[in-house]
C-alpha cells in the first residue's frame, strides 16, 4: 500500500477546505466564509506591503496591487480569454484521454494478479519520467501545437489514475466478491456491479489530482516548448518581448486562480457523487 | 510468495523464486524487445533501439578513465549537479515545509486563515514563475534550487498542517494529563503522530522536485539532464536524448526506492503500533 501516494492521501482525507464543507450551520459557513475573505485580504496586504517598501526594484517585483490590476484587466480582455481557452481545451482533452486509457488498464492490472506483478516494473520505470523531459522529443515529433501539449498531459495525468484504479480495484471487498460469485454473478457483471462502484470514489480522486496535475503540465508545455496558443505561451511572449513583471505575474496568478476553481470543482462533485463515502466514514 | 508451493524443498522453493522473478520482469524485458525489433525495422530516426541507446549511454556515462570509476565526463557535468540542486531544493522544501507546517497545524486559526492563499499558492504552475525567478535571482544554481524548492514545497507542507493538526485527541489529552513539556508533546506526540502524512507529502513532493529539476534545467542553463536533453534536440542527436530521458527514468526509479527504504524505516513503529487496521 505504501506504494501509492496518491491513494494514501485518499485515504487520510486530504480535503483542507473540509472545514467549510463540513460545517453544517449557517453560522459555521459565515464564519470560515469570513476567514477565507480575512485570510485573502491578509496574504494580500502582507504582499503589497513586502513589494512596496522597495527591496527590488518595481521593474523587477511590482507591487501586489499592480499585479491585481493588471489581473482584472486581463480577465476581460478577450485576446487573454481566448489563451486561457485554449489551456483549458488542452487540459481537458488530455486529461479525458488519460481517464479512458488509465481506468481499462487499470482494471486488467488491479483484478489480475499476474498482471499487477508484471506490470509494476514498467509503471515503476515509466512513471518518474517527467512530462517536460519530453517536451524536446514531443516537438520533434509533433510539433509546437494542441496535439503536442494533450499527450504530454496525458502522459503525466495517466499515473495518479492508473494508479488508484488498480489500488481501488485491488482493495475490493473480498467478502462482496464471493457473495456476487455464490450467487452465480457473471465476472462482467461482478466487475459492473461490485468492483467498479466500490473503487469509484478512489479512480475518482485519481482524476482530481490529475486534473491538478493537468493543468500544471499544460501551462508548463506552453512555456517551455513556446507553444502557439495558451497562458503558458502568453506568459513567455510578455516575459520575453519587454519582461513586463506585472503581466507575467498577473498571468501566473490566474492560472492559479483556475487550479483553485478546478479543483474545487472536482470536490464539489466528489462530495455530491460520492456522498456515501464521506457518510460512513463520519460514522466510523 | 505462491501459494502452489506444496513440497518444502529447496529446488521447489528455487523454482517458485525464479517463475516469480521472470513474471515480474517479463513484460519490461519483452517491451524493450519489441520495441527494439519495431525500431531496426522501421529505421526511424526519432525511435532508435534500445541496443542504440544503451551503447550510446556508456559512452557518455561510464567510458571514464579507471581512476574515476570509469565515470565519463558526462557524470561530471549533468549528472551530479543535476542531483546536487535536486537534493538541495528538495531538502529547502523539506526543512521550510516541515517547520512552517508545524506552526501553522498547531493552530486551527491560523490555519483555517492561511488555508485559501496556500491553496492559490500552490496552484501556481512553476514553470509560469521561471522568468520572475530568472529576473530575481539570475541564472545560477541559486535561481534553480529555490524554483525547486518553492514548486515542491506544497504537498509537504499541506500535509504537515493537515498532519499536525488531526492528533487524536486522546493522545493529547493524556500528555496534558501527564503534564508533559511543551517541547516532549511537539517531538514525542505531535511530529511522531503526524508523521505518515508528512511523508506522504514528501514523496508527492519528491515527484515534483524532479520535475522542476528538468523544467529549472530547460531554460538559460548550461548543465544539468535537462539541458543535455534540450541541447542534444536542438543538435538533432536524438539517440543522446533518448539517453537523457532513460537516465531520467533509472534516477526516478532509485530515487523512489530508496525514499520507500527511509520511509520504511522511518515508519516501522507505525505500522506495527496500528497493525492492520492502518495498512
Known sequence: MSDAPEATIARAGFHPWKALAGSRTARRRA?????????LAAFFLVLEFITSIGLVPAIYLPRASTIVARMVELMVDPKFLKQVLATLEAWAVGLALATLISVPIGVLIGTSELAYKMSSPVIEFMRPIPSVALIPLAILLWGQGF????????????WPILLNTVYGVHDVDPIAVETARCFGLKQRTILWRISLPSAAPLIFTGIRISASIGLIVVIGSELLASADSGIGSYILFVSLNGGH???????????????????????????????????????? | MSPRVRSNTAASALISALTSIAARWALGLGLIVLWQILAMRAGSIFFPPPTQIAKRAV???????PSRLFLGDGVF????????RLLAGFSLAIACGITLGTLIGR??????????????????????LVPVFILLLGTESTMRITLIAFGSVWPVLLNTIEGTRTVEPVQLDTAAAFKLPRRALLWRIILPAAMPKIFAGMRISLALAVILMVVSELIASTNGIGYRIQNAQIMFLLTDMWCGIVLLAFMGYILNRVFLKIEDNALSWHRGARGRSAA
Do not use: C, H
Not at chain 1, 496535439?147 to 495517466?158: E, G, N, P
Not at chain 2, 559512452?59 to 578513465?65: A, C, R, V
Not at chain 2, 557535468?77 to 546536487?84: A, C, E, G
Not at chain 2, 493552530?107 to 509560469?128: H, T, V
Open chain 1, 31 to 39: 464564519a470560515s466564509a469570513f476567514r477565507i475573505a480575512f485570510g
Open chain 1, 245 to 284: 513583471m506585472d503581466s507575467v505575474l498577473a498571468g501566473a496568478a490566474i492560472a492559479g486562480i483556475v487550479g483553485v476553481l478546478i479543483n474545487s470543482l472536482f470536490g464539489m462533485i466528489d462530495r455530491r457523487a460520492f456522498a456515501w463515502r464521506y457518510f460512513g466514514a463520519a460514522a466510523q
Open chain 2, 107 to 128: 493552530s486551527r486559526r491560523i490555519s483555517d486563515y492561511l488555508d485559501p492563499s496556500l491553496q492559490f499558492l500552490r496552484a501556481i504552475p512553476g514553470p509560469a
Open chain 1, 147 to 158: 496535439t503536442m501539449k494533450i499527450i504530454l498531459v496525458a502522459y503525466a495525468t495517466t
Open chain 2, 59 to 65: 559512452e557518455l556515462w561510464l567510458s571514464g578513465p
Open chain 2, 77 to 84: 557535468q549533468d549528472i551530479l549537479p543535476s542531483l546536487f
